[in-house]
Nanobody, 120 residues
Framework: QVQLVESGGGLVQPGGSLRLSCAAS????????MNWFRQAREKEREFVAT????????NQSDSVKGRFTISRDNAKNTVYLQMNSLKPEDTAVYYC?????????????WGQGTQVTVSS
C-alpha cells in the first residue's frame, strides 16, 4: 500500500522559511516523479513544483520560482520542498504527489497534506 506522509508545516512570519518533507513507502521510489501541490482556502489545488525520478530536472510554478526548491533523496524515499522568503499568499495546505513514470502503467498517489500559514 502506497503511503505519502508530509511533515514540516506550521506557522511562520512573512519572509521566513520552512522545509517540507514527504516520506514515501510502499512503492519503488525512483520510478516516480514527485510533485508538490497546494490548495488555499476556497481555491483550487495548484501545482507548485516537480522533480524527475533521479532529481536531474526540476520545475516550479512562476509564483514560487526563485523562492522554493524541490529536491529528493532516493536512498531515504523522501522528497523535500525548501520554502524561502515566504509570503502570506503562500498560505495553503501543501500536498505531496507521486506520479509513476517508469514501470507498470500510470499510477498516482497523494499525501494527506500539511498546513503552511504565513502570518505576522
Amino acid at each position: 500500500q502506497v503511503q505519502l506522509v508530509e511533515s514540516g508545516g506550521g506557522l511562520v512570519q512573512p519572509g521566513g522559511s520552512l522545509r517540507l518533507s514527504c516520506a514515501a513507502s510502499g512503492l519503488f521510489f525512483s520510478n516516480y516523479a514527485m510533485n508538490w501541490f497546494r490548495q488555499a482556502r476556497e481555491k483550487e489545488r495548484e501545482f507548485v513544483a516537480t522533480i524527475t525520478r533521479f532529481g536531474d530536472r526540476t520545475n516550479q510554478s512562476d509564483s514560487v520560482k526563485g523562492r522554493f526548491t524541490i529536491s529528493r533523496d532516493n536512498a531515504k524515499n523522501t522528497v523535500y520542498l525548501q520554502m524561502n522568503s515566504l509570503k502570506p499568499e503562500d498560505t495553503a495546505v501543501y500536498y505531496c504527489n507521486a506520479q509513476r513514470v517508469y514501470g507498470m502503467g500510470p499510477y498516482t498517489a497523494w499525501g494527506q497534506g500539511t498546513q503552511v500559514t504565513v502570518s505576522s
